[in-house]
């Protein structure tokens, strides 16, 4: 090679640019940044790089001041690319944050940097938070946006609806700027969107078409929602992962989403886990994915109230997937004979390792093929609209079109009290919570008894499973609510008291209680009741104030006590 040669190689190789990744991190310092000295040594660090791509700020909480003079320092890194700003705003006023978003927002936009990645997960600033976004999510710094992660905002309707609005415009402008916005990741899980505000985002994946992940579990959507995401996911052909978990499809839902996945061939997660899509719609979504979808490795249908029909048919059309890694079929209605039935069928072929658990099947029940036409024609007007002689059944559980079924097991509120589980509380059925009260009878005018009767119907939930979860904060809300009008005479430090005592993290007069050695389901129905209105705002700041100290408890149950503590400190 002569020296021309070596020359020419050399000047190429200062001509490339390589892509390197600087990251700056504070992530789970649990720093309390109020004034913008308490920012400074953040400020400093940031100052002192020459090139930053990417920030983290996760498990802080950051006041306004302080993100202002954190906004300065960002106004210096034109190179800057990803904003890991996830679980930033604990104990923040939703006035505040706001006007934080702000700041670090217009830093971004005077810098000129362009974004790939903005995380703002588990910070509860609800639709107001969105405001705080508005001219960042505009501006041309988000054209280059690929991944938006908004999981646990508390937006509503309202803050999905002005999402969208933003998504929208950023993506005409980009258009008309020569750099489209391309999209490829979208996270808004616990949200409750709703119909709305799906119906809206779904406008602006159609426009998209870029999209490769969307995950938007546990939004209260039902099959109006479902269709238009449906076809807005037929228009980005690229997309490998969908999670609409913990969503009400019904199999109106399901059969229109069925319609498009034979366009979606890229598929490889699909997660439709908790939709009530029942055995009609479990065989049009398994039908849809029968021819193609080579690239499938996971397929989550549990707690659908899918029959053993539903899903032996699904596992036959599960046959050639080479690449299928997981079939979730938990949590239906397979009965015994059908999770035998089911296990043959994935044993004959060869993929019964992949097959998920089944030791939560929620049993067979009797069926005919009456039964099963009615409950094929079912769609979303059925939900909590049964009629059997005029009477209308308003509880999800106990559906088939047209009349009301009886859950497959009696059992009574006495016989949940004194030994309390989820099946035994869901077969109360929708009127579970009054006969619940009218177990208790004069109990339930007593804070103690009150609190008591709140710790077994909590003691049966668990993270996962949103049915129950939902039946015992209705239950425990009516128990407490008139707990507390009766004894409006007491301050509010006797409510909360009796609480912190029950589950353990303060000790009680009566020394021979014995908390329970897992308070998951307490604080989980607890972070429900102390949003509502009848909950004293100072019983709410004394469970602040314990449950944000160390305890031994509290730690083992430390998912659900970061949901209580960022619902406190939200009021």
């Known amino acids: 090679m002569?020296?021309?040669?070596?020359?020419?190689?050399?000047?190429?190789?200062?001509?490339?640019?390589v892509d390197e990744q600087y990251e700056l991190s504070f992530k789970g310092k649990g720093l309390k940044?109020?004034?913008?000295?308490?920012?400074?040594?953040?400020?400093?660090?940031?100052?002192?790089?020459?090139?930053?791509?990417?920030?983290?700020?996760?498990?802080?909480?950051?006041?306004?001041?302080?993100?202002?003079?954190i906004a300065k320092a960002l106004e210096k890194h034109p190179e800057f690319q990803r904003a890991h700003w996830s679980d930033m705003f604990t104990g923040?006023?939703?006035?505040?944050?706001?006007?934080?978003?702000?700041?670090?927002?217009?830093?971004?936009?005077?810098?000129?940097?362009?974004?790939?990645?903005?995380?703002?997960?588990?910070?509860?600033?609800?639709?107001?938070?969105?405001?705080?976004?508005?001219?960042?999510?505009?501006?041309?710094?988000?054209?280059?946006?690929?991944?938006?992660?908004?999981?646990?905002?508390?937006?509503?309707?309202?803050?999905?609806?002005?999402?969208?609005?933003?998504?929208?415009?950023?993506?005409?402008?980009?258009?008309?700027?020569?750099?489209?916005?391309?999209?490829?990741?979208f996270v808004s899980?616990?949200?409750?969107?709703?119909?709305?505000?799906?119906?809206?985002?779904?406008?602006?994946?159609?426009?998209?078409?870029?999209?490769?992940?969307?995950?938007m579990p546990q939004n209260g959507i039902y099959a109006e929602g479902i269709t238009a995401l449906a076809e807005a996911f037929a228009e980005n052909k690229n997309l490998r992962v969908m999670n609409l978990s913990d969503n009400t499809f019904t199999q109106k839902g399901a059969k229109n989403m069925a319609n498009v996945l034979p366009k979606l061939q890229n598929l490889e997660v699909i997660n439709f886990g908790d939709c009530l899509v029942r055995t009609g719609g479990a065989i049009a979504l398994s039908n849809a994915l029968k021819e193609g979808h080579q690239k499938l490795k996971e397929l989550n249908l549990s707690g659908n109230e899918i029959s053993k029909h539903g899903a032996s048919v699904t596992v036959e059309n599960m046959n050639n997937k080479p690449n299928l890694k997981k079939l979730d079929l938990n949590c239906n209605m397979l009965g015994e004979e059908g999770i035998?039935?089911?296990r043959e069928a994935m044993k004959k072929i060869n993929k019964l390792e992949i097959?998920?658990?089944?030791?939560?099947?929620?049993?067979?029940?009797?069926?005919?093929?009456?039964?099963?036409?009615?409950?094929?024609?079912?769609?979303?007007?059925?939900?909590?609209?049964?009629?059997?002689?005029?009477?209308?059944?308003?509880?999800?559980?106990?559906?088939?079109?047209?009349?009301?079924?009886?859950?497959n097991k009696q059992t009574t509120a006495k016989e949940f009290l004194d030994f309390p589980s989820a099946s035994k509380l869901l077969q109360l059925g929708s009127g579970r919570a009054q006969a619940l009260r009218e177990q208790?009878?004069?109990?339930?005018?007593?804070?103690?008894?009150?609190?008591?009767?709140?710790?077994?119907?909590?003691?049966?939930?668990?993270?996962?499973?949103?049915?129950?979860?939902?039946?015992?904060?209705?239950?425990?809300?009516?128990?407490?609510?008139?707990a507390v009008k009766c004894n409006q005479e007491n301050d509010a430090v006797l409510l909360a008291n009796t609480i912190l005592v029950h589950i353990g993290v303060l000790k009680g007069e009566e020394k021979t209680y014995k908390p329970p050695s897992n308070i998951t389901g307490p604080l989980l129905v607890l972070e429900h009741i102390v949003r509502q209105p009848y909950f004293p705002k100072f019983s709410r700041e004394m469970l602040q104030a314990f449950c944000s100290k160390p305890h031994p408890l509290l730690d083992s149950a430390s998912q659900a006590r970061h949901k209580l503590l960022q619902t406190l400190y939200a009021f």
């Open 355 to 407: 097959l998920a658990s089944l030791s939560d099947d929620e049993g067979s029940e009797d069926e005919n093929e009456e039964e099963e036409e009615n409950e094929e024609e079912a769609d979303e007007e059925d939900v909590g609209q049964d009629v059997a002689e005029g009477e209308e059944v308003n509880d999800p559980e106990l559906q088939v079109k047209g009349k009301a079924i009886s859950p």
């Open 189 to 215: 899980g616990r949200n409750r969107l709703e119909n709305p505000g799906a119906t809206a985002l779904a406008g602006v994946f159609k426009a998209l078409g870029s999209l490769e992940e969307v995950a």
């Open 2 to 17: 002569t020296s021309t040669d070596i020359s020419r190689v050399t000047d190429q190789l200062a001509k490339t640019k």
């Open 440 to 482: 208790l009878g004069a109990d339930v005018n007593d804070l103690e008894k009150a609190v008591q009767a709140f710790m077994k119907i909590s003691s049966v939930v668990t993270v996962d499973d949103t049915k129950t979860k939902e039946a015992a904060c209705d239950c425990a809300d009516q128990i407490i609510e008139e």
């Open 33 to 69: 940044l109020n004034a913008a000295a308490d920012a400074k040594e953040i400020v400093t660090e940031i100052e002192k790089c020459k090139l930053m791509t990417a920030l983290r700020m996760e498990g802080n909480t950051l006041g306004v001041d302080a993100a202002e003079a």
């Open 92 to 185: 923040r006023l939703k006035t505040e944050i706001p006007k934080a978003l702000e700041f670090l927002g217009a830093a971004i936009m005077k810098a000129g940097s362009g974004l790939v990645e903005l995380d703002l997960s588990d910070n509860a600033f609800g639709p107001n938070g969105v405001v705080g976004l508005v001219a960042l999510l505009k501006s041309p710094s988000c054209y280059t946006l690929q991944e938006l992660r908004l999981n646990n905002n508390g937006l509503g309707i309202g803050g999905g609806k002005m999402l969208a609005e933003c998504l929208t415009e950023c993506h005409q402008n980009s258009v008309k700027a020569g750099k489209p916005l391309k999209l490829r990741v």
């Open 340 to 342: 035998q039935e089911v």
